[in-house]
């Protein structure tokens, strides 16, 4: 299970890479 304590910054660069894969 993915543990979301993360911060702002990490949670923002993760949606940009999955925004990047499915909008390749």
Do not use: D, G
Request: aromatic residues 12%.
């Amino acid at each position: 299970m993915l543990n979301f304590v993360a911060s702002p910054k990490e949670v923002l660069s993760f949606c940009l890479v999955i925004y990047e894969e499915t909008h390749a």
